[in-house]
């Protein structure tokens, strides 16, 4: 009997970098697969029963068994379809990979995020916090190499490089610095390098698109902290 | 040639339910280790040497190679050692189990330890978002089986049960509820079940230096606050 046919589906949002770093995954192993797009401001039936839990895109369906977290994800792509490894077999050098990766996303990039969430002295100490950690970062990122790992894309590639993209947008929106050209070379090079690749490139979102909704998301979450800042002032 | 005799190191410290947790994982295993215990008042430069980034405990050495956080830990303990394994084999078991092991530290157990750290109503609102996920936990345990995953013991276990014994200990010192006798009765017969299996037990610090010791701790977090709060009171 010939084996059943995979299927593979992913509920995303099309300007979520968690569901792209997915979705690089994909590419990477070849895999094809449904996309089903989400509204977020009107979740689907579908992702809240696959999601229950954190009620979050990115979800992987596979064979109708759904895994969620894009760091979970990656890995589970990746030890599920053998080809092109993302992480490295040894499972101390493994244990690292998922270190720096964890490190990206909970020190470097959440910060970010909540920077966009934020105004005022706020915003500034999570503006200094991503940086900071943006240093460490860069500092363990090897002179000369291409990727996180060496010369074969990985599991921190495709995990946190897109950040580069990100901090740009919301540099220009919330008029901070996020990334110093002068103290941060190789995580730029390193960004570079990661969207570069023409299998990534191609799933990239055009960049205005992303300032765009980014702009408009940006002037909803303002809107919304001035509606909630003016419940106590007319309750005085 | 006869392999070198491998040197395991565990930097932890006494009252460290996450160095509880490695402890556990290495006596599964049958591992044997030095342990280093830190004054984590002043932390130790082999401490700000391994986890430099975090200067947390647990640090596992392996042969000189540093390994941080307990999840991270637990799983390097399990793809090193084969014996007695703690994860699933199937990709998709695994990931069901990771998933669980950081819902309980990042949604029950962190507002459970985040309640330790506040007073009034910031701390209702981390006793409330922790009494929420444990019946989210809670409807995740499968009647009638002794383990997270079913009779034998693995991951999510040893990882995250020793938060029943935690829990009593907030609970009692700040007057508190976050297990619901009638409607836990799943997590409660599982934390019991864990810490009742022997090579565990053994491991245990007893429960009323814990208790001395969170009290200590406790009045030191509360005049640290006070001081913290007469400072803008002065100043006025």
Not at 11 to 20: A, D, T
Not at 101 to 123: D, N, R
Request: hydrophobic fraction near 40%; glycine fraction near 4%; charged fraction near 25%.
């Amino acid at each position: 009997m010939a084996p059943e046919k995979e299927l593979v589906q992913l509920i995303g949002f099309w300007g979520s970098p968690y569901v792209l770093s997915v979705r690089w995954a994909l590419k990477l192993k070849g895999i094809e697969y449904e996309y089903h797009e989400e509204n977020l401001l009107k979740k689907s039936p579908l992702l809240l029963q696959y999601n229950p839990v954190y009620k979050k895109v990115p979800v992987l369906l596979h064979n109708g068994k759904p895994l969620v977290e894009s760091l979970m994800i990656i890995q589970y792509i990746d030890e599920t379809w053998k080809q092109n490894p993302l992480q490295p077999q040894d499972p101390y050098e493994r244990a690292k990979t998922l270190f720096w990766a964890k490190f990206a996303h909970e020190k470097c990039i959440a910060p970010m995020v909540s920077s966009f969430f934020k105004i005022g002295e706020e915003q500034e100490k999570c503006v200094k916090e991503a940086c900071e950690h943006l240093r460490t970062l860069e500092s363990a990122l090897e002179e000369g190499k291409r990727f996180f790992g060496g010369e074969t894309i990985g599991f921190v590639d495709i995990a946190a490089a897109w950040m580069g993209c990100w901090a740009r947008i919301i540099e220009e929106i919330l008029s901070v610095k996020l990334i110093d050209e002068e103290k941060m070379p190789r995580l730029i090079a390193w960004f570079s390098n990661v969207v570069e690749v023409p299998a990534l490139k191609e799933c990239m979102p055009p960049t205005q698109n992303l300032l765009e909704h980014n702009i408009k998301f940006r002037k909803f979450l303002v809107a919304a902290a001035e509606r909630l800042q003016s419940v106590p002032l007319t309750g005085n």
